[in-house]
């Protein structure tokens, strides 16, 4: 099993050379690189820790997600947005190769 925690703040950087309040990942942008081998178990324990008023989801970008569809993280279309202060734990199995987005 492949396990995460993913703290989604926002914090300043200048992805472009122009400092700007991002959103990020345990205070990455992009996030952290996630490497597992097909047939892996993935977890990733998503915290909101952006703002109040703020829902969050995390889209897996092409990676299938068989039994698993409800997390594929299009909120409010194939599952609920996670509000501030609220965790969700994304679990699914790695079906494919690849590397993606």
């Known amino acids: ?19 700007k309040r991002i959103l ?12 597992g081998t097909k047939g892996d178990l993935l977890r990733v324990r998503v915290n909101n820790q952006a703002e109040p008023g703020l829902n969050l989801s995390i889209h897996w970008h092409g990676i299938h997600q ?14 609920c947005p996670l509000g501030f202060g609220h965790t969700q734990v994304y679990e699914f199995q790695l079906l494919q190769t690849g590397t993606h987005w």
Request: hydrophobic fraction near 35%; aromatic fraction near 14%; charge should be negative.
């Open 66 to 79: 068989e039994h698993a569809t409800f997390q594929d993280g299009v909120g409010t279309v194939s599952q």
């Open 24 to 35: 990020g990942v345990n205070g990455q942008f992009p996030g952290p690189t996630i490497r």
């Open 1 to 19: 099993m492949i396990e995460f925690e993913f703290n989604v703040t926002w914090f300043s950087r200048a992805p472009n050379g122009i400092p």
